[in-house]
């Protein structure tokens, strides 16, 4: 994390920011002001803005041809827009309450989305039917994230469970961390879960039987939504932290690498970029970091 450069342009906390995929050069964020903006991390400029949610944004995914992207947010809604065009192509309800995430598969062929009212629900991308194609109703408590790897989904819920679910076969695993999840991610192989936890740790399970492999400590993650991510390769964890640091762990020998503090107020989200060395955060200071090497 040798050059930071700052995007600057939410008006209050920026509650999501993510890279588009493979070899884009952009980057979208979500905050409170309930306006998405697009930026060109680089120049440390803005591209664009969307509007459209009646309250903060919550939850971004974007395609994986970078054209279209989903956001959900406080108002229970799911919006699926045009990068380009700057519009709403669909808009996905059935939610009770906030959406705390969005996640598409592979090919964009299937969107997810998670909520405060315990729910998954599953929507067609390629039909233009309003309901939604299944719902995992499966947790106790508000599910925080969710991701898609093949035709396996992660959930992590407040309940404290990690839940697995291989739509192929039909099957659920639960596993409890004992403390309310907030963040899950698989490693690129789908081995192991990076998991984050509401008790100041990260827990890496393995994938087919969820026994803890690794767990990381040092920051500070008890109140607000934490978010980690794999480095580059998967060689290292990353992790928000309340207190505005930003800490790195090896992956194998669990050893804390890095724990700069980089923003003035607690750090909401963190993202890797799927190729290059580079690295987004954002925090409840208003400020995204972008961070090149």
């Known amino acids: ?62 395609t994986s041809d970078n054209t279209q992207f989903a956001s959900s947010g406080g108002d229970k809604s799911v919006f699926l827009w045009d990068v380009q065009g700057g519009n709403v192509v669909r808009r996905f309800v059935g939610h009770d309450s906030k959406v705390n995430t969005v996640a598409f598969n592979d090919d964009g062929s299937i969107l997810a ?36 790897r093949g035709c396996n989904i992660y959930a992590a819920s407040v309940d404290g469970y990690v839940r697995s679910y291989d739509l192929r076969a039909g099957q659920l695993r639960a596993d ?17 879960l990076l998991v984050s936890t509401l008790d100041n740790t990260l827990r890496l399970l393995d994938t087919g039987t969820g026994s803890l492999l690794a767990s990381f400590k040092g920051h500070t993650a008890e109140s607000f939504r934490t978010h980690s991510a794999f480095g580059l390769a998967d060689a290292t964890v ?56």
């Not at 992790?239 to 909401?268: F, M, P, Q």
């Open 113 to 148: 989305s998670a909520s405060y009212d315990s729910t998954i629900r599953l929507w067609d991308m390629r039909a233009r039917q309003r309901l939604p194609l299944q719902i995992l109703d499966d947790a106790k408590d508000s599910i925080m994230h969710v991701c898609i």
């Open 238 to 293: 990353v992790s928000t932290s309340e207190d505005g640091r930003i800490l790195e762990w090896d992956l194998l020998e669990s050893t804390l690498l890095d724990d700069t503090k980089r923003h003035d107020k607690a750090v909401l989200w963190v993202d890797q970029h799927p190729t290059r060395p580079e690295m987004l955060s954002s925090g409840t200071d208003g400020v995204i970091n972008f961070y090149s090497k």
């Open 1 to 62: 994390m040798a050059s930071v450069t700052q995007l600057l342009g939410h008006s209050g906390p920026v509650n999501v920011v993510k890279f588009n995929n493979q070899a884009g050069r952009y980057c979208l964020s979500g905050g409170r002001d309930r306006t998405i903006r697009l930026w060109n991390p680089h120049s440390g400029t803005q591209v664009s803005a969307y509007n459209g949610h009646g309250y903060e944004v919550l939850g971004l995914a974007i």
């Open 176 to 192: 409890y961390v004992d403390h309310a999840a907030t963040c899950v991610n698989p490693t690129s192989d789908n081995s192991a």
